[in-house]
């Protein structure tokens, strides 16, 4: 008789709007055999269990979708940290620190004393300081806690370029780095369309203007302000790249994404978790690529790195070295 396959099982800690639609392309996407629901506040949990459990005819491939708790963690292949407080309008995501940093003290204490041994992805923000916080907590090696960096704005970015030259997004190879947020900054010097780089376009006087690609940035970066503005928060895009993440884990796929992941000696950076391209697979974050940045990309990366370096310090200070 042949092995029974491993049950795959997903933790997601924080129901709310990132969570939710997390555990929905999950369920939609049948990415895995178990998706287990914790949330301090249980009812909220209880109420989507069963919303999702309702789609369960209707979906590609069985799932238990049920509520648990951290003792659920022990043998989950991946802990999805969507818990914590949310942006509110005006608020920057580092105004958020001190309030998210106690919080994930209580649930990584409560994962860890759980027994679980398997990959962290990190989506509260501000996620790179809190994708930091976790490695510190957990004490698992940082390969193994990848927080979603700037996976979502390198995906605004594509969306952006698609729109602004009239290709399919899926053809528009470009990332933003650094902070997710508002140091965070393009790689324009190796952004191509389907091998042809924007700086050749601009050269050949063919789409936007350089004046017009300085605003498409803008956009980007300047994106969650103004859904936030909108309609209180922002949640699809990001469950979205969670369940990519996650696909790329599950399925050991060493695809690449712009992860927030600790810097060790790449772009000279040390210490820090920030927004890097990363090839990613079933250990979690397998290699930071290193590309070869401009004299000006290179120094803004350098600055968003100071940045959140003195955050995370101020949230960890006896992490200072
Ligand atoms: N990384 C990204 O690109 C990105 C994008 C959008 C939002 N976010 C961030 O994701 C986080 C969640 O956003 P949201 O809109 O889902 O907020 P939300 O308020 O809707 O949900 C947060 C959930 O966390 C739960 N929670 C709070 N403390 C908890 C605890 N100790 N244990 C378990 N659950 C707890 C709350 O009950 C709530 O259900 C925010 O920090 C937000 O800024 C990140």
Request: charged share 20%.
């Amino acid at each position: 008789m042949s092995q029974p396959r491993k049950v795959s099982r997903i933790v997601v800690v924080g129901t709310g709007f990132v969570g939710s639609s997390y555990a929905y392309a999950c369920f939609i996407q049948g990415l895995c055999h178990e998706l287990v629901l914790v949330d301090v506040n249980e009812e909220k949990a209880i109420g989507d269990a069963m919303d999702l459990n309702h789609g369960l005819p209707f979906a590609r491939t069985p799932m238990t979708i049920r509520v648990g708790n951290y003792s659920d963690c022990k043998d989950a292949d991946l802990v999805v940290l969507t818990a914590g407080a949310n942006q509110g309008p005006g608020e920057t995501r580092l105004d958020l620190v001190a309030k998210n940093a106690r919080i994930f003290r209580s649930i990584i204490d409560s994962v860890m004393e759980n027994g679980f041994n398997g990959i962290f992805l990190v989506a509260t923000n501000p996620v790179d300081v809190l994708s930091y916080v976790t490695w510190k907590y957990s004490g698992l090696p940082s390969e193994r806690v990848i927080g979603t960096g700037t996976i979502l704005d390198t995906a605004r970015f594509r969306y952006l370029l698609g729109q602004a030259y009239h290709v399919d997004t899926r053809n528009v190879h470009a990332y933003i780095i650094g902070e997710h947020g508002d140091t965070e900054l393009p790689v324009w010097s190796l952004t191509d369309i389907g091998r042809r780089s924007i700086a050749q376009y601009l050269k050949d006087g063919k789409g936007p203007s350089q004046q017009e690609l300085d605003n498409l940035f803008i956009q980007v970066r300047d994106a969650a302000y103004h859904i936030i503005q909108a309609k209180g928060a922002t949640y699809y895009g990001i469950g979205m790249g969670l369940a990519r993440l996650t696909q790329a884990v599950l399925e050991n796929e060493n695809s690449i994404h712009t992860v927030s992941c600790l810097a060790q000696g790449e772009y000279g950076l040390e210490d820090v978790y920030i927004g890097l391209p990363a090839v990613i697979n079933q250990n979690g974050i397998r290699e930071v690529i290193e590309l070869k940045l401009n004299e000006s990309e290179t120094k803004k990366l350098q600055h968003s790195a100071t940045v959140l370096s003195e955050v995370i310090h101020s949230a960890l200070p006896s992490q200072k070295t």
